[in-house]
């Protein structure tokens, strides 16, 4: 019988450099950042969705590119199982990219947020329940070791906001994840400049950052970024 690797030992998901233990430990700040959200409003309510975001969308694409392709190959179902994981990625993409949208007061906001909570949570179980200790079945330590480096290297290099439009799978993800990577990281370094800045120079931060982000909506809607899901995700 399979255990969830949140109930096991460090030592049984093959050390800290596990995939396993890297999975469990972006598991744990979401936890926080989670419950750190809950209560929040206005700016406070945008930091804690900011840090939720870059954590979040650079974790499932390492997990898209790295861990769902080799799930895949070993196991006989791993198409089914990260096809459900996938949908619920898709969720989430397209849940953020509905708050950007929507005012502080809108009736809508709390209802998409409470859903976004819930899908995270949900993927968070789905992975250490059922995902991730299968896996664990069909490679060593030392195997879990090896992916554990290359999705640690794949994160770090990841796109850090959502991309709707994107395919879940390969080679959609990893044509587009170069271009979107860069475009996402210098926002993000312009976004927090602008918060730093006087407010009459805000502005002219504000509209870098737009631009950006139409840039990455332009790399988002090409045909390469959208190859590989079969049925496809987006909606």
Do not use: C, K, Y
């Not at 392709?69 to 791993?78: A, F, N, S, T, Y």
């Not at 950007?100 to 007061?105: V, W, Y």
């Not at 799978?169 to 800045?197: E, F, H, K, M, W």
């Amino acid at each position: 019988m399979t255990r969830s690797i949140a109930d096991q030992s460090l030592s049984e998901l093959g050390g800290p450099g596990s995939v396993l233990a890297r999975q469990r430990a972006d598991h744990v700040r979401l936890d926080r950042l989670l419950h750190e959200l809950d209560g929040t409003t206005g700016r406070a309510q945008e930091e804690v969705l900011t840090r939720i975001d870059r954590l979040v969308f650079s974790h499932a694409f390492a997990e898209e590119t790295v861990l769902w392709p080799v799930m895949r190959r070993v196991l006989p179902d791993g198409d089914e199982l990260t096809r459900r994981v996938e949908e619920e990625h898709q969720e989430v993409n397209e849940l953020v990219t509905e708050l950007e949208t929507l005012a502080h007061d809108d009736p809508r906001r709390a209802q998409r947020l409470a859903r976004l909570v819930e899908v995270l949570q949900e993927d968070v179980r789905d992975e250490e329940d059922l995902l991730l200790p299968r896996l664990q079945e069909r490679l060593d330590a030392g195997e879990l070791r090896a992916l554990g480096r290359r999705w640690e290297l794949v994160r770090r290099i990841s796109p850090t906001r959502p991309h709707p439009t994107v395919s879940r799978r390969p080679p959609g993800n990893v044509l587009s994840a170069l271009p979107l990577s860069a475009l996402d990281r210098t926002r993000d370094a312009v976004d927090a400049v602008a918060r730093r800045v006087p407010a009459p120079v805000a502005p002219a931060g504000e509209l870098v950052s737009r631009g950006l982000a139409g840039l990455a909506g332009l790399v988002e809607r090409t045909r390469p970024a959208r190859r590989g899901d079969g049925p496809p995700t987006a909606r």
